[in-house]
Nanobody, 121 residues
């Protein structure tokens, strides 16, 4: 069974930084787009940043200039460097891929279990 596993969440003060990592547990062939979403209490899950296999990125307006998404295709990992964190960045952050290729005949989408990021003022 293939799983996405996030790490790197925690608690920081406003203005601080955190780096999230996401990797696969289980056997996969390749992965296309990868991204980070977040969900604050009582709110919907929203896109934070996404990166294609070729490195094209897009960001939510609220994080542009502060967050940077990157990936390591050889290791099938994705990262989110978060700088100048604000209290409104507090949320559970989820790793996602819209297409994980398992074999030549099968692919799935996958979500991680989430990692908590808490930013205090």
């Amino acid at each position: 069974q293939v799983q996405l596993v996030e790490s790197g969440g925690g608690s920081v003060q406003a203005g601080g930084s955190l780096r999230l990592s996401c990797t696969f547990r289980g056997s996969i062939f390749s992965v296309d787009d990868m991204g980070w979403y977040r969900q604050a209490p009582g709110k919907q899950r929203d896109l934070v940043a996404r990166i294609s296999r070729g490195g094209t990125t897009n960001y939510a307006d609220s994080v542009k200039g502060r967050f940077t998404i990157s990936r390591d295709n050889a290791k099938n990992m994705v990262f989110l460097q978060m700088n100048t964190l604000k209290p409104e960045d507090t949320a559970v952050y989820y790793c996602h891929s819209g297409r994980v290729v398992l074999t030549s005949r099968s692919s799935i989408s996958a979500w991680g279990q989430g990692t908590q990021v808490t930013v205090s003022s």
